[in-house]
T-cell receptor, first 111, second 112 residues
Framework: QKEVEQNSGPLSVPEGAIASLNCTYS??????FFWYRQYSGKSPELIMS????GDKEDGRFTAQLNKASQYVSLLIRDSQPSDSATYLC???????????FGKGTHLIIQP | DAGVIQSPRHEVTEMGQEVTLRCKPI?????LFWYRQTMMRGLELLIY????????DSGMPEDRFSAKMPNASFSTLKIQPSEPRDSAVYFC??????????FGPGTRLTVT
């Protein structure tokens, strides 16, 4: 059974610091990985996708993938209070497959 | 461009009643997904369609749940009869075929 594991938190980070979120997955055939941000009472919002080993940067966000270790991470630089949310890690087998989600990490950025 | 549209946004119904949730995907997207989110189980895939054809319904919890996609711009998720344990937020998402999925605002269902 496919599983995606995340630490539920809360993870508390001071404003301006780097927030580091981690995720592991069980299915070795997983090809695509995603980070979604979800504010309380809102829908998940896609913030990053990564498909190959290494780092992918987009603004203040960097996603990292290590398929050998079955590990995905998200770094948020210069953390802002508006980054406070639940971050969901998701995987898929590639193509137009459904996503398997972790239960999310609750991130709190302290002003 | 409009995002994924879901209706109703909130639904309160009594146990045993039929519930129909509706979704309009983003224009041009040919994959549509139904998810359910609860505190206990997180976000779970129920069913997904490619080009209006159901591909994988292994996440549908019971025969009480059914989903249809009669055309590229409309899908329904029906629960009949509804039970209190069906209370959750139901999300519809669409994708242009591969990779990224974009979520609608969700329908919060309460079954009393």
């Amino acid at each position: 059974q496919k599983e995606v594991e995340q630490n539920s938190g809360p993870l508390s980070v001071p404003e301006g610091a780097i927030a580091s979120l981690n995720c592991t997955y069980s299915d070795r055939v997983s090809q695509s990985f995603f980070w979604y941000r979800q504010y309380s009472g809102k829908s998940p919002e896609l913030i990053m996708s990564i498909y190959s080993n290494g780092d992918k940067e987009d603004g203040r966000f960097t996603a990292q993938l290590n398929k050998a270790s079955q590990y995905v991470s998200l770094l948020i630089r210069d953390s802002q209070p508006s980054d406070s949310a639940t971050y969901l890690c998701a995987s898929s087998g590639g193509g137009a497959d459904g996503l398997t989600f972790g239960k999310g990490t609750h991130l709190i950025i302290q002003p | 461009d409009a995002g994924v549209i879901q209706s109703p946004r909130h639904e309160v119904t009594e146990m045993g009643q039929e519930v129909t949730l509706r979704c309009k995907p983003i224009s041009g997207h040919n994959s549509l997904f139904w998810y359910r989110q609860t505190m206990m189980r997180g976000l779970e895939l129920l069913i997904y369609f490619n080009n209006n054809v159901p591909i994988d319904d292994s996440g549908m919890p019971e025969d009480r749940f059914s989903a249809k996609m009669p055309n590229a711009s409309f899908s329904t998720l029906k629960i009949q009869p509804s039970e209190p344990r069906d209370s959750a937020v139901y999300f519809c998402a669409s994708s242009p075929g591969v990779h990224e999925q974009y979520f609608g605002p969700g329908t919060r269902l309460t079954v009393t």
